[in-house]
């Protein structure tokens, strides 16, 4: 970014245009998969005998609120870094500061005051798929405030580089979004789908059938994804494909001995 930025505005724009597009293309499915297979994650992880479902189901939802700031805290990192190589260092440290400040008094006052806060049961039930028993839905508005926190600082950059660069990320990035965005739907609705018709026959007792269960599920949402972005001809993914033709290993040349070192 440094060197693009020397060069020129256009090649500045472009060079970062690049590097945000391929964080969109790969952050959007894998929040969608985190969300969807949360509590086959958190199972895998803490185990399935060892790890309640009441601790279960309170871990996960946070974990799926955390999970929704993975576009934001990657663009984040890339705007920062287009204010830093330009040389604009204040900016990017007072948004981050405002940031990390209405996150803390989100999560804090969330906590404390949860019982007051309208609407509290009606958003709990929801994350929690509508029954709170046995879990902490106050412990919720940690993931909300650090979800508000990370977007309040992406949208300050966005305004800022707007201002400072004339760099418009609605414009650069708004047609690669909806096209991703279309193919993780895909992703997330395939692959709930394949976890409630697969229910039967992976009771989540164990550890292989925790893990088999969301792999399965995960796997066949990953294919019909894949097969949206090919057909929306998203240029990241063609890269990806063409990547793995050229890399394939039976269509490599195997280099043979020479016949008379035989």
Known sequence: LVESYQTS???????????????????LPC????????????????????????D?????????????????QSLILLFVRMYYASGKTRFPLIFSILGSVLSVAIATLGVLFYDKIPGNELFSSFVFRFSTED??????????????????????????LQLHFNYSVVKEY??????????????AGVSY?????LAPFFPLTSFVNV?????????????????????????????????????????VKVIAPNESAL
């Open 56 to 72: 279960t189901r309170t871990t996960a939802a946070l974990f799926a609120l955390v999970t929704v700031s993975i576009v934001f």
């Open 174 to 187: 708004g047609v690669l979004f909806l096209k991703t965005l279309l193919g993780t739907i895909g992703i």
């Open 31 to 54: 929040m969608a998969l985190f969300i969807v297979l949360r509590a086959h994650i958190i199972r895998v992880i803490y185990g399935s005998t060892s790890f309640s479902w009441g």
């Open 193 to 197: 789908l394949t976890l409630a018709f």
């Open 135 to 160: 879990t902490r839905p106050e412990l919720l508005f940690v993931g909300v405030g650090y979800v508000v926190g990370y977007l309040v600082t992406m949208i300050s950059l966005c305004v800022g």
């Open 211 to 251: 893990l088999m269960h969301g792999f399965i599920s995960g796997s066949i949402g990953i294919l019909f994804g894949a097969t949206i972005f090919y057909l929306l001809k998203i240029e990241e993914f063609l890269v990806v494909i063409d990547v793995i033709k050229r890399h394939t290993f039976w269509k």
């Open 9 to 27: 505005q256009e090649v500045f724009k472009k060079t970062a245009t690049t590097i945000g597009s391929s964080i969109i293309f790969w952050s």
